[in-house]
């Protein structure tokens, strides 16, 4: 789907669900909070969505979906998630659940379960359980053979949408013997159970997205005919690894939209509340705040935007890129939320004021973000597992794979680049040849950036030098990475693997990516983007944002430059556009005074 195409679904999507703070909007924040304190599952808002066909916008067309690519059905949920994470997660479930069926399912299947969902039929995905977590592989909920199909004995828990869900794919051992191949995926209608062979679990109380149900399902012989089995017995590992690497890149799109929501609010506050004869937007730290909250914001942007995209582009490198992005992204605006309470000060307490209110709740929402679908340790040992290749790869690459990396880079980065049919089939559990083509692009990446500056006059040529210095000081720590790495594993010998020192050498990685993606999105999509983007001073403060993660208290930027990213900030706030490369118009604001004068 083009830009301008999705620019105009989102539109219209934001035009039905109408401006939050209005209460009779479809989706208004005091209902919003309403269900959130009460933890009831929001079936009106998901229902809203289901009629509009967002659900559908996630599913393959050639079966009965309205999906043409990933990007189009997680920017759609991020509009809904900018109003309620919860809801978000709800609805997007449904299509999280279908992808073991898009991976391996056959036509029929695929066909079927898409039908139901179009009747108003929901899923769920059925892969934790309460002692095993991410252990996949210590999982015990099995499979017994009998005529004509499976048994099935055990309990999932906790699981999204277990309960209200009317199928659940479950991963279940059918090998006796424990390892890789001794799993299986199959796809339980909980309506043709029979009797007394399965039960929900009651809703848990939750801290966050607290109107989620998140409960799980038990098994008490639970039959399911051997048409229910989802590609071949033993492939249930690798298919489960597989719909979990896309699920780690679509979840960050509820980590985005929480800092959107907060940021707005805090705009707010900053831009109405006077004190000492100037408005608090204008005090020059607090402008400085809100200036490098929205420069996290259009930091996790680029590396969501390459890592969204890579899912079609680079399917065989989605292993690295899902790991980065949902380590890196979390992590980072978890630190801008909390910036932000800064700026709302005691406004944070506030929690019956639908304007406050909705910040706390982001900063309780965000969390399920660093911890669903693989936590920040499963992540960070993913990359740690592929270091080695990685940055040997970066530190001497071959010319061939870099001459394909610069050309894959206007896909991955160029948001009016036409994507490749998804094919999630095609993802690999390991990157190949340590390849990452955000890394392995940045050099020319940064070229790019260089012959912009010489093009540009004043005071952009010197940001767009100092921009370009700054990423390949950051891009070139990958050599020094790679001896570090070398050293500590010929010091630790068979510990290195498990050892915090490769995990914080993961963690340098996905910086040496971030500051990679900054620049890539900037030089391959700035021919497609609407004023006020891209901005040079932006740019710098962004690769300024990453570097404070090495060097917390050296700045790169001046006030000047802060100055320019807070008109950029205003004119976004002003004019009612997602916080976002893309710049999706909103719903029309209505006047919300109220929130100054408390």
């Known amino acids: 789907m083009s830009k301008s195409d999705l620019t105009a679904l989102a539109a219209e999507l934001e035009e039905y669900l109408g401006d939050p703070h209005d209460p009779d909007s479809r989706m208004p924040f005091g209902g919003v909070l309403e269900f959130?304190?009460?933890?009831?599952?929001?079936?009106?808002?998901?229902?809203?969505?289901?009629?509009?066909?967002?659900?559908?916008?996630?599913?393959p067309a050639e079966q009965g979906g309205l999906a043409g690519n990933v990007e189009t059905g997680?920017?759609?949920?991020?509009?809904?998630?900018?109003?309620?994470?919860?809801?978000?997660?709800?609805?997007?479930?449904?299509?999280?659940?279908?992808?073991?069926?898009?991976?391996?399912?056959?036509?029929?299947?695929?066909?079927?379960?898409?039908?139901?969902?179009?009747?108003?039929?929901?899923?769920?995905w059925g892969l934790s359980e309460r002692v095993h977590g991410s252990d996949l592989v210590a999982n015990e909920v099995r499979a017994e053979r009998v005529e004509g199909g499976w048994r099935l004995y055990g309990e999932k828990w906790p699981i999204g949408n277990a309960t209200v869900a009317d199928k659940m794919v479950v991963f279940a051992r059918t090998g006796e013997r424990p390892g890789p191949a001794a799993y299986s995926l199959f796809v339980v209608d909980k309506w043709l159970a029979e009797p007394g062979t399965i039960e929900d679990t009651p809703f848990e109380n939750l801290y966050g997205v607290?109107?989620?149900?998140?409960?799980?399902?038990?098994?008490?012989?639970?039959?399911?005919?051997?048409?229910?089995?989802?590609?071949?017995?033993?492939?249930?590992?690798e298919i489960a690894l597989k719909a979990s690497q896309t699920a780690r890149v679509v979840l960050m799109h509820l980590a985005l939209a929480a800092v959107d929501t907060s940021l707005r609010l805090a705009m707010d506050f900053a831009e109405s509340r006077v004190l000492l004869g100037d408005t608090v937007a204008d005090v020059p730290y607090t402008r400085r705040q809100l200036a490098e909250a929205f420069a996290d914001l259009m930091l996790a942007d680029a590396v969501f935007l390459g890592a969204t995209r890579s899912l079609q582009a680079a399917p065989e490198q989605v292993s690295v890129w899902s790991s980065v992005v949902k380590y890196l992204v979390p992590t980072k605006l978890q630190r801008t939320l909390s910036q932000l309470t800064v700026v709302l000060g005691a406004r944070t307490f506030v929690r019956d004021h639908p304007h406050y209110g909705m910040h706390q709740k982001m900063v309780r929402d965000i969390l399920i973000t660093d911890i669903a679908d693989g936590n920040t340790v499963v992540?960070?040992?993913?990359?740690?597992?592929?270091?080695?290749?990685?940055?040997?790869?970066?530190?001497?690459?071959?010319?061939?794979?870099?001459?394909?990396?610069?050309?894959?880079?206007?896909?991955?980065?160029?948001?009016?680049?036409?994507?490749?049919?998804?094919?999630?089939?095609?993802?690999?559990?390991?990157?190949?040849?340590?390849?990452?083509?955000?890394?392995?692009?940045?050099?020319?990446?940064?070229?790019?950036?260089?012959?912009?500056?010489?093009?540009?006059?004043?005071?952009?040529?010197?940001?767009?030098?100092?921009?370009?210095?700054?990423?390949?000081?950051?891009?070139g720590r990958a050599g020094a990475l790679h001896g570090r790495a070398r050293e500590l594993k010929a010091r630790l010998g068979r510990a290195y693997a498990q050892s915090p020192e490769l995990f914080d050498l993961a963690k340098e990685y996905c910086l040496v990516h971030a500051a990679a993606a900054v620049v890539l999105s900037?030089?391959?999509?700035?021919?497609?983007?609407?004023?006020?983007?891209?901005?040079?001073?932006?740019?710098?403060?962004q690769l300024e944002r990453v570097r404070r993660e090495l060097?917390?208290?050296?700045?790169?930027?001046?006030?000047?430059?802060?100055?320019?990213?807070?008109?950029?900030?205003?004119?976004?706030?002003?004019?009612?556009?997602?916080?976002?490369?893309?710049?999706?118009?909103?719903?029309?604001?209505?006047?919300?005074?109220?929130?100054?004068?408390?």
């Open 36 to 59: 959130d304190e009460s933890g009831a599952y929001p079936v009106h808002y998901v229902n809203l969505l289901r009629r509009w066909g967002a659900h559908l916008r996630g599913l």
């Open 74 to 124: 997680v920017n759609l949920m991020r509009l809904v998630a900018r109003r309620d994470p919860s809801t978000a997660v709800g609805t997007a479930l449904n299509n999280l659940s279908f992808m073991p069926a898009w991976i391996t399912g056959t036509e029929e299947q695929k066909r079927s379960l898409i039908a139901d969902m179009r009747r108003g039929s929901s899923m769920s």
């Open 210 to 237: 607290r109107a989620l149900d998140l409960s799980g399902v038990r098994f008490d012989g639970t039959f399911v005919p051997d048409s229910a089995m989802l590609g071949r017995r033993g492939e249930g590992l």
């Open 379 to 475: 992540n960070l040992r993913n990359l740690g597992h592929q270091l080695g290749s990685l940055l040997a790869s970066a530190a001497d690459p071959d010319p061939a794979a870099v001459a394909v990396a610069e050309e894959r880079a206007a896909t991955l980065f160029g948001m009016d680049a036409e994507l490749p049919p998804y094919a999630p089939w095609k993802q690999e559990l390991f990157s190949r040849g340590g390849l990452d083509d955000a890394v392995l692009a940045a050099p020319d990446g940064i070229r790019r950036l260089r012959e912009l500056a010489d093009a540009a006059a004043g005071t952009d040529r010197e940001r767009l030098l100092a921009a370009a210095d700054t990423a390949e000081e950051l891009v």
């Open 522 to 541: 900037y030089v391959h999509s700035q021919g497609v983007l609407e004023a006020p983007l891209p901005n040079p001073a932006l740019l710098l403060l």
């Open 551 to 598: 060097y917390p208290h050296e700045a790169v930027t001046d006030q000047s430059v802060v100055d320019d990213v807070m008109q950029v900030l205003r004119h976004l706030h002003r004019e009612d556009r997602l916080f976002s490369l893309w710049q999706f118009p909103l719903a029309k604001r209505t006047s919300d005074s109220s929130a100054a004068r408390i």
